[in-house]
């Protein structure tokens, strides 16, 4: 027993004394890092879900709606990412107020669903970009070469080897360097907001009579735009914009929700971030305004552009699948632009950016969840090796490689076995949710379990309203909204196999993160290791 407790007195708890990790990560790099992750042009294809999911809710109001219900958890990551500036963000905060194995769950689920998210959309960039493009260009030039081209493109061979090769850029833009793999999603991000600009002058200069013409003209349809419409309001589709106030609009913009859902990611690097104060508001909070704002136009024009009627009827004729539905792929904003303007140019622009934010999105989850398989290997819960920092790139390379892989296999189940990732990608925003419960539990209690680390924060960490701490006041806060938003995500699946989703797609995923961790602590503790100390301090930066 005597020596036992000697070896793991002489057992250093954490893998080294330094990280090896930099700081050369900029504001406006992690602004860009974060909006990357939310994708500021997935709003191409947000025009399409909203009105089918949610055909009773403003989609111009539910933006904002979804804006005011994340910045109090944008609020309480800050403070937390002030408070801990370590490298894995919220394992750290949860391991530290409450047990190393809570922490590890709660975040192994974050990283898990955040890279089925990646294997969700990678096909996406063939089969709703790439694909449509050239059926856009067929029909502007009427050359049958692109309509076979796109009509192989949309298969699943060339879908699933498209995106394991765009998944591969995105590893190794990642592992060759973060700063060049936080530049090219900075500014891509200026350039995206670029082209949403032109967006919004292309749909509201044409207008919705010009859309209206060239449907009819180039559509190749055997449904008109009126009858598009009749159709869509035959089963159900909404009669025009609907109510700016009504729980639909509520509901729709909890699962907006989704679309911030990378607000966050910037607390996981945050020991690489020069000016953390600053740099984390302005990633956190300027990244939701700036989101917010940007969708909100682009789905004004959008909407305006194409008709409210017609917004609404062919999003729901695509959504359940109906016969008079015209095309093979989701009636997207960028997809449509060939019926406001027949300039290849701008046809390619819009489709091949949509594709883009694929990509940048891909990148910097591979770049941001990396560092949780960092951290939960430097505090021993893995190999040694995830949390080794290449010596030529200054990156965790092999952590990267890993999560690499795992995207890539998500990619095939995405394509070959889509019923079972739709099921954990259309309700990982739950999960993630679920998983901010805890996050908003360990921020409630971390001033109070935690005083030693309180105590020596920043001044802007342990701001106090009414005597209370503001990171408890917003953990509460966020606690409660996790609840709502949760049921406002599940709700149009009640009684229609949500059970089914949450027992197959969501329960295991924390479930596999407890097993893992219980196999961890007793291969640890048969090797003198009490893993138990990981949670008695933080790490080292």
């Known amino acids: 027993m005597a020596k036992s407790e000697a070896s793991q007195q002489k057992t250093p708890v954490f893998v080294r004394d330094a990280t090896g990790l930099t700081k050369q990560i900029s504001g406006l790099d992690a602004l860009g890092m974060v909006l990357s992750a939310m994708g500021l042009l997935y709003v191409f294809n947000a025009v399409a879900l909203f009105p089918a999911i949610y055909p009773a809710a403003n989609p111009i109001v539910t933006t904002f709606v979804g804006l005011l219900l994340i910045l109090p958890f944008a609020g309480m990551y800050i403070l937390l990412s002030l408070g801990m500036p370590r490298a894995g963000g919220d394992y750290v905060w949860v391991s530290r107020v409450f047990h190393p194995s809570s922490g590890f769950i709660i975040n192994f689920t974050i990283t898990v669903l955040s890279l089925s998210f990646i294997g969700s959309v990678a096909p996406w960039i063939t089969q709703w970009a790439i694909s449509p493009m050239f059926y856009d260009l067929y029909l502007v030039n009427h050359n049958a070469s692109y309509l076979s081209l796109a009509m192989y493109l949309s298969g699943d061979t060339p879908t699933l080897l498209l995106s394991i090769f765009f998944i591969l850029v995105a590893g190794v833009i990642a592992i060759v360097s973060s700063k060049l793999a936080s530049r090219i999603v900075r500014y891509w991000t200026f350039l995206a907001l670029i082209i949403g600009a032109v967006f919004v002058v292309v749909a509201l200069s044409a207008g919705q009579s010009t859309f209206a013409s060239n449907f009819n003209s180039y559509s190749g349809s055997n449904l008109t735009y009126d009858q598009i419409i009749s159709a869509g309001q035959s089963i159900g589709a909404y009669n025009g914009i609907p109510s700016v106030f009504s729980f639909a609009t509520l509901y729709a913009g909890a699962l907006g929700l989704l679309g911030y859902l990378g607000f966050f990611y910037s607390a996981y690097f945050s020991s690489e971030i020069r000016q953390n104060r600053r740099s984390q508001i302005l990633a956190q909070f300027g990244g939701c305004v700036i989101f917010g704002v940007f969708v909100t136009l682009i789905f004004v024009a959008e909407y305006l552009g194409e008709g409210p009627k017609f917004v609404q009827s062919i999003a729901l004729l695509w959504y359940n699948g109906s016969v008079k539905f015209p095309f093979f792929f989701p009636p997207m904003g960028s997809t449509l632009s060939v019926f406001w303007t027949q300039n290849p140019a701008l046809i390619i622009l819009f489709n091949l950016a949509f594709a883009m934010t694929i990509l940048a999105m891909d990148i910097s989850i591979l770049f941001t969840m990396s560092r949780s398989l960092f951290a939960w290997s430097f ?141 961890v602590f007793f291969v640890r503790r048969r090797q003198g290791i009490d893993l138990s100390l990981v949670g008695k301090e933080i790490p080292p930066e």
């Open 379 to 519: 505090d021993r819960l893995l190999p040694s090796t995830f949390a080794s920092v290449n010596n030529r790139t200054g990156t965790p390379l092999n952590a990267i490689l890993v999560l690499t892989g795992v995207a890539v296999v998500y990619a095939y189940l995405a394509i070959y076995v889509y019923g079972l990732l739709a099921s954990v990608f259309s309700y990982g925003t739950a999960g993630i949710f679920i998983a901010f419960l805890f996050v908003s539990l360990a921020a409630i209690f971390y001033p109070y379990r935690r005083k030693d680390i309180f105590s020596l924060s920043e001044p802007a960490a342990k701001m106090k309203i009414g005597g209370i701490p503001l990171v408890s006041i917003l953990g509460g806060i966020s606690f409660v909204l996790s609840i709502v938003i949760v049921y406002a995500i599940i709700l149009p699946s009640i009684g229609v196999g949500f059970g089914a989703i949450l027992l197959e797609g969501i329960i295991p995923t924390f479930i596999i993160g407890g097993v893992i961790y219980g196999i």
